[in-house]
């Protein structure tokens, strides 16, 4: 049975949180206890110092003022309508996706327009959950992976059909030796996109591999100018509290507003690599251990995994870091894959690689400026 759909940023959005957010506990911005130290730190302050009651207390009336000015400034442009947006272009098509259950097998392919290609496979016999919820259908797979069919899929077939036939395919699949997960299903294309590889190299992460690569990783990603772009609100909140400052002539208001702004950029510096040192935050990278082998091809990079292949064009990649232990990718502004020292035989190998990769990097960004 094949189920297909157009991607667009209302399907991505809430296929995404379903396969990443799914029964994950929300976590708390500040717990009880961190509530309770702050409380008495401020009640501390106030006795210690009553000469600074009347300065706080003219402080907390120039933020509520503020944050209700920022409230109102939100609510009223939420309330525009921009006639240049239309509904076209409000949802755009953002690529095309296909489910294909055959032979015990499940894949997904995602074909996106900006060249991206993405293939999740897995055998049926692992298949530990399934549930109909209001956009469609959730997957559950070990280790905490998650394929999610949309409800745009079931425009021929219901849910409700889906949900039989993915139950008796199940069915079939537990009285049939074990598939070897190691192979690729018989009927997906192979490789996933026509390209002349011109460099690969094959590596296998470890646990320890993957604590220290990420580490690296997320220490890096403030280096990246793209990094800081996508904070644009962040940047404009404060602009809107400088200038209240000013208006109202507010000193303390202006402070306060120097002192967190370099807090918050402190934060978005150091924060990413410190949660990852939490045992909780790791669990995840758990997920991403396991043999590869990564392509360098003409026009992309091609990644296979044992249970998923991606391509990715060079132009979806911002830049490359050469870091201790690995080598680590830009995708996104806030997310990276690594590839480690231990891929490679030698240092020759390895500069090789990557004078490859920049070189094609190079051009790519060339050609989206010649554009």
Same mark, same amino acid.
């Given at each position: 049975m094949i189920w297909e759909y157009e991607i667009t940023n209302i399907t991505e959005q809430q296929s995404m949180s379903n396969e990443l957010l799914n029964g994950r506990p929300k976590k708390l911005i500040l717990s009880t206890y961190s509530r309770l130290i702050l409380f008495l730190?401020?009640?501390?302050l106030i006795i210690a110092f009553p000469n600074l009651?009347? *300065? +706080?207390?003219l402080l907390l009336i120039n933020i509520i003022t503020t944050g209700?000015?920022?409230i109102l400034l939100l609510l009223f442009v939420q309330k525009l309508h921009w006639p240049l947006k239309?509904?076209?272009s409000a949802n755009p098509v953002l690529g095309f996706c296909k489910i294909t259950v055959k032979g015990g097998w499940l894949v997904k392919e995602t074909t996106y327009t900006n060249g991206t290609v993405h293939q999740f496979f897995k055998p049926l016999q692992e298949l530990i959950h399934m549930i109909g919820v209001d956009n469609g259908i959730l997957l559950e797979f070990p280790g905490q992976q998650y394929c999610f069919i949309h409800a745009c899929a079931f425009s021929k077939i219901s849910l409700q059909e889906s949900l039989a036939f993915l139950k008796e395919e199940q069915a079939l699949c537990t009285d049939t030796p074990k598939t070897d997960i190691s192979l690729l299903p018989p009927f997906m294309k192979s490789p996933i996109v026509e390209d002349t590889p011109l460099a690969s190299a094959s590596f296998t992460l470890s646990k320890e591999q993957v604590k220290a690569s990420f580490l690296e990783g997320y220490s890096?990603?403030?280096?990246?100018?793209?990094?800081?772009? *996508?904070?644009?609100k962040y940047y404009l909140y404060f602009v809107l509290l400088f200038a209240l400052a000013f208006l109202f002539r507010s000193w303390p208001l202006a402070a306060f507003g120097v002192i967190l702004f370099i807090a918050v950029a402190i934060y978005l510096i150091y924060a990413p690599s410190y949660k990852l040192r939490k045992d909780k935050a790791l669990?995840?990278? *758990?997920?991403?251990?396991?043999s590869y082998q990564i392509e360098l091809c003409m026009e992309g990079i091609r990644l296979?995994?044992?249970?998923?292949?991606?391509?990715?064009p060079y132009g979806q990649i911002y830049d490359?870091?050469? +870091?201790?232990s690995c080598l680590c990718l830009m995708q996104t502004p806030y997310s990276f894959r690594v590839i480690p020292n231990t891929a490679f035989s030698s240092k020759e190998e390895e500069a090789l690689f990557c004078h490859t990769l920049e070189n094609k990097l190079c051009a790519a960004r060339q050609q989206k400026i010649s554009k």
């Open positions: 730190l401020l009640a501390i009651t009347d *300065s +706080l207390l209700m000015i920022l239309s509904k076209a890096a990603l403030h280096r990246h100018l793209s990094y800081w772009k *996508s904070l644009w669990q995840p990278l *758990s997920l991403f251990c396991g296979a995994a044992p249970d998923y292949v991606t391509y990715l490359v870091y050469t +870091l201790n």
